[in-house]
């Protein structure tokens, strides 16, 4: 059950992954295809459910892309739902603080050193992995979303939990908590950013983002960003059917078609 991922961001090599939002094990198969070091299956901002997950998960069983699993919340329960499935690496959504991060270190392990319920799941292949247990604390790889004013401004703190792996900035909402909504391109959004990034890498944890916009995500790379998200499979789709269109003069600002053309 070793944790390819997690050892490759303690040796600081670069992880390229692709966002999938799509809700769906026949897209993720395609996109885990395309080589991508990791892919993130997106419980917070789609119609992505528990057993949807195992779908995609038993998808990209066997490809070279590593599952990361995003849940809605950071909820225990919750977090622990995703854990027995097999997801060995977890992103959670709005850290806030350092009390924060140490209470999701906990969820993510079993007692005496976390709250993490012992069952027979997918995880430890219903019992038949007799290591698990002894195992699963040191595989589990925490990944923590600062997004907010609020978590950036305690990203020193955060990045200082022990048990926290990595912490992700997520551009989107940073550029609405500082209020530059639909800007995170914006100068005073980029300079959060990079300070940020700068943080997590002096407190010697991984930093991560995700930008579409490729030069951004180089530059976020050699700035020092060790798993790095370049795309969505959403966005990848729309974009895709919109230059399509656009192509036969269709789209959201064509006209609609005479009566009889169809």
């Given at each position: 059950?070793?944790n390819?991922?997690?050892?490759?961001?303690?040796?600081?090599?670069?992880?390229?992954?692709?966002?999938?939002?799509?809700?769906?094990?026949y897209?993720?198969?395609?996109?885990?295809?395309?080589?991508?070091?990791?892919?993130?299956f997106?419980?917070?901002?789609?119609?992505?459910?528990?057993?949807?997950?195992?779908?995609?998960?038993?998808?990209?069983?066997?490809?070279?892309?590593?599952?990361?699993?995003?849940?809605?919340?950071?909820?225990?329960?919750?977090?622990?739902?995703?854990?027995?499935?097999?997801?060995?690496?977890?992103?959670?959504?709005?850290?806030?603080?350092?009390?924060?991060?140490?209470?999701?270190?906990?969820?993510?392990r079993?007692?005496?050193?976390?709250?993490?319920?012992?069952?027979?799941?997918?995880?430890?292949?219903?019992?038949?992995?007799?290591?698990?247990?002894?195992?699963?604390d040191?595989?589990?790889?925490?990944?923590?979303?600062?997004?907010?004013?609020?978590?950036?401004?305690a990203?020193?703190?955060?990045?200082?939990?022990?048990?926290?792996?990595?912490?992700?900035?997520?551009?989107?909402?940073?550029?609405?908590?500082?209020?530059?909504?639909?800007?995170?391109a914006?100068?005073?959004?980029?300079?959060?950013?990079e300070?940020?990034?700068?943080?997590?890498?002096?407190?010697?944890k991984?930093?991560?983002?995700?930008?579409?916009?490729?030069?951004?995500?180089?530059?976020?790379?050699?700035?020092?960003?060790?798993?790095?998200?370049?795309?969505?499979?959403m966005?990848?789709?729309?974009?895709?059917?919109?230059?399509?269109?656009?192509?036969?003069?269709?789209?959201?600002?064509?006209?609609?078609?005479?009566?009889g053309?169809?």
């Open positions: 059950m070793s390819a991922f997690k050892q490759a961001l303690a040796e600081k090599r670069v992880q390229i992954g692709f966002w999938q939002g799509l809700a769906s094990p897209t993720a198969e395609i996109c885990a295809g395309a080589g991508f070091d990791w892919l993130l997106d419980g917070e901002h789609s119609p992505t459910d528990v057993p949807t997950l195992l779908s995609q998960l038993q998808a990209v069983n066997g490809t070279r892309s590593h599952a990361v699993a995003r849940p809605p919340v950071g909820e225990p329960w919750l977090i622990k739902q995703y854990l027995d499935l097999g997801f060995r690496t977890l992103l959670i959504p709005m850290v806030n603080n350092a009390a924060q991060a140490a209470r999701l270190v906990q969820a993510c079993y007692p005496a050193s976390g709250i993490r319920g012992v069952a027979m799941s997918r995880a430890s292949q219903w019992g038949r992995d007799r290591d698990y247990l002894a195992r699963a040191d595989e589990i790889c925490l990944l923590v979303q600062v997004e907010t004013v609020e978590g950036v401004d990203v020193d703190e955060i990045s200082a939990v022990e048990g926290v792996d990595g912490v992700f900035v997520g551009p989107a909402d940073l550029s609405a908590s500082l209020g530059y909504r639909g800007q995170p914006h100068p005073d959004v980029v300079a959060r950013i300070k940020a990034i700068a943080s997590i890498l002096a407190a010697g991984a930093p991560g983002i995700l930008s579409a916009d490729v030069a951004a995500a180089h530059r976020y790379r050699d700035l020092g960003c060790l798993f790095v998200a370049v795309g969505t499979d966005g990848l789709l729309a974009r895709g059917t919109d230059a399509l269109a656009a192509a036969f003069g269709l789209g959201p600002d064509a006209p609609p078609p005479a009566a053309t169809y």
